[in-house]
């Protein structure tokens, strides 16, 4: 493969800010190799044009002592062309055009971006290198134009001069390219009528007497220059722009908030970076699909827009995040308006595709000066108080303070550090025993993830299976906890069963069958000992799917158990139509069954409704005895919790397992009668 070219490029102007959006517009091009010399005077500048060899200089039209009309004239007379592109403000060209005529393009403040620099580039250069490429130039050119002699014959030119001589004979009567020739020469430098067609004419001397004749088709090039601005235009705005949202995206946001740094400096102001987040958001995408998903973030984005006043300014960086910046204000406090309206606005209900799905958004909130001099550092922070939100569910709005960063670093490194215990299969598994609830014999374990860190001990499952979400391993984790679970577990006597819970991901992003079956075949346990429980919230969304899954599984003999029962989105109507064999009642209202007469009533009609459904029920959180005379009167199928025994590693389940299959620490009736 030939290598690339390298341009060589020469980058003069004395704002410096200016500069370095050029610099960074230029490393972004993906075709170009590109070496640049940086200057920020004239003198310098024609310095180094003397000294050494460039390929194109970028000026700034403004550079001190050396205006870009002045610069044009002073390479003109150089030996050593180069040809230069100059940034410029807004310009006529009725007006501009003789001053800038020698420039090799012109590029307004605004088109500083990268698509526009790099058609700039490659223009400026290649038309400076005409000499092989003569022909075909002078073909694809929108101008007339010819070569003449110094006797005004014609040396070169490209059809369309052809084309308009012949039609000037034509309407004098004569076939000779005289009559255009005659037309041009006694108006040099003004206009020419041809038919209908009003043409500008100019002459320009070149070198052993040639001259070459320019003809400029007036109305044609008015409109083909509206094209071209028109179009740059547009580049610049798909370039800018999200085409999902249509808000400004990364790049966009990132010449607004350098030009809001700039100007804050300058005014020894202040203003907010909010970035806002929508909760549970990678749930909704899993669970409804990303279709859903992304009508979901046009109708936030359009409410949001809504809201802004003023001097704000709106942005999606990506995925859910999405970016706000408002001037500080006094009468702001701590929290910027910006906030209170959109999290109004997002707090109700939307609708998608026909479903009704609710939101949260959360906002995490940095300041300039005080939280960053730098959009990096701005954003960092704010990102920093969303990781603070993600942590503490109650909380919807946090600003940034010292703490948090240190906060962040730290749950980077554990989650490296937990990238790392995953390849090292250094994630232990601990069992929880359940028990039937009649008699307190063992009929089973589920299986939960456990890491201790070499340094820092062992790590809350709250905290780090929180990071293997956010970090994108949970998939792995599940797999890693699954194939180790079915292994332990093939060792027990085999009328116990173990109970895998599986996250939303594994099913609805993975080939959740075909891994539970390799792990079967790899572990050798019987199919009909696992029990694979899924939350409530796979019971919406892409229920197709989900019911393809779990008909598969349950084809193979493995049961399905519907974890946290009554605390997400269960109906009747799902629990007929999924397989499911066993319902499980979240702990939070097992404990609260003494006290709470709503809990009663709860806790035994779902038992009730398991019986006539033929469902096992499964209560968790048991710790008292009180729950386990409840549970039996009301004719609870199986129970577990810290009352039964706290979750475990392997050899201490095989020492409880050897001591029998009724559990000694419960009270029995049944064992109690057999001993008296």
């Not at 509206?226 to 400004?248: F, K, M, N, V, Y």
């Not at 973030?297 to 809201?307: D, I, P, Q, W, Y």
Request: glycine letters at 6%.
């Amino acid at each position: 493969m030939a290598a690339r070219q390298t341009y060589r490029i020469l980058l003069a102007d004395a704002d410096r800010d200016r500069m370095l959006v050029v610099r960074e517009a230029l490393d972004e091009l993906p075709r170009l190799n590109t070496e640049i010399r940086t200057v920020t005077t004239a003198p310098a500048l024609i310095g180094l044009l003397k000294a050494e060899n460039f390929d194109l200089v970028i000026a700034a039209d403004d550079l001190p002592r050396c205006h870009g009309a002045e610069l044009l004239r002073w390479m003109k007379v150089q030996v050593r062309q180069v040809p230069i592109v100059l940034i410029a403000p807004k310009w006529n060209l009725a007006d501009q055009e003789e001053k800038y005529a020698a420039a090799a393009d012109l590029l307004d403040h605004g088109e500083l971006i990268a698509p526009i620099l790099d058609r700039a580039v490659r223009y400026a250069v290649s038309g400076h290198d005409r000499h092989a490429m003569t022909l075909s130039v002078l073909e694809n050119t929108d101008s007339i134009i010819a070569v003449i002699d110094r006797e005004n014959r014609v040396k070169l030119a490209n059809s369309a001069f052809w084309s308009l001589a012949a039609e000037a004979a034509a309407s004098a009567g004569t076939f000779q390219t005289d009559v255009l020739l005659a037309k041009v020469l006694r108006n040099q430098t003004g206009e020419i009528r041809v038919g209908e067609r009003i043409l500008k004419s100019r002459i320009v001397d070149l070198p052993h007497n040639y001259r070459s004749i320019v003809l400029l088709d007036v109305t044609r090039h008015a409109m083909a220059l509206a094209e071209r601005r028109d179009t740059e235009r547009r580049i610049t705005h798909l370039a800018t722009h999200d085409s999902l949202t249509g808000l400004p995206n990364r790049l966009g946001f990132s010449g607004e908030i350098n030009k809001r740094i700039r100007a804050a400096k300058l005014e020894g102001k202040e203003f907010y970076l909010v970035t806002f987040d929508l909760k549970r958001f990678k749930e909704i995408n899993d669970v409804f699909g990303h279709a859903t998903g992304d009508g979901l973030l046009k109708s936030v984005a359009e409410r949001m827009r809504g809201s802004l006043r003023e001097n704000e300014y709106l942005a999606r960086l990506g995925g859910d995040e999405f970016v706000a910046l408002q001037p500080k204000n006094g009468d702001d406090d701590t929290l910027p308006c910006i906030v209170r309206r959109i999290l109004k606005a997002c707090d109700q209900s939307f609708t998608v595709k026909k479903k009704l799905i609710n939101v949260s958004l959360s906002a995490g909130i940095s300041i300039y000066p005080a939280h960053g001099q730098t959009a990096e550092e701005l954003q960092a922070n704010a990102a920093c108080a969303i990781g603070r939100i993600k942590r503490n569910p109650l909380e919807r709005v946090c600003t940034f303070d010292e703490s948090m960063d240190r906060a962040l670093r730290k749950r980077r490194i554990l989650a490296a550090d937990l990238q790392q215990a995953l390849e090292d299969r250094a994630i232990e598994v601990h069992f929880q025993p359940k028990a039937r609830v009649r008699d307190c014999r063992l009929t089973g374990f589920e299986a939960l993830a456990r890491w201790t860190h070499p340094q820092l001990g062992p790590i809350s499952p709250v905290e780090f299976i929180s990071i293997a979400e956010e970090y994108g391993m949970i998939i792995e984790l599940g797999r890693c906890l699954m194939e180790k679970a079915c292994s332990i577990a093939r060792s027990w006597p085999d009328d116990l069963h173990l109970a895998i819970n599986v996250s939303p991901v594994q099913i609805i992003h993975t080939d959740l069958v075909e891994t539970v079956r390799e792990t079967l075949m790899a572990t050798g346990l019987n199919p009909k000992r696992l029990e694979i429980e899924i939350t409530e919230s796979l019971l919406i969304g892409d229920t197709e799917r989900t019911l393809e899954v779990l008909r598969k599984l349950r084809a193979m003999d493995i049961s399905i158990a519907m974890d946290d029962f009554g605390t997400g989105y269960s109906s009747l109507s799902a629990l007929m139509a999924f397989p499911f064999d066993t319902l499980k009642i979240d702990r939070t209202f097992i404990e609260k069954i003494t006290h709470n007469p709503q809990a009663y009533e709860i806790v035994r009609s779902v038992i009730g409704l398991g019986r006539m459904m033929d469902f096992k029920v499964v209560a968790e959180g048991v710790d008292m005895q009180s729950h386990i005379d409840f549970l039996r009167e009301h004719g609870c199928s199986e129970m577990q919790g810290f009352l039964l025994g706290k979750p475990a590693p392997a050899d201490k389940i095989a020492a409880l397992i050897a001591d029998g299959p009724i559990l000694k620490t419960l009270e029995s009736p049944l064992h109690t009668s057999k001993a008296a």
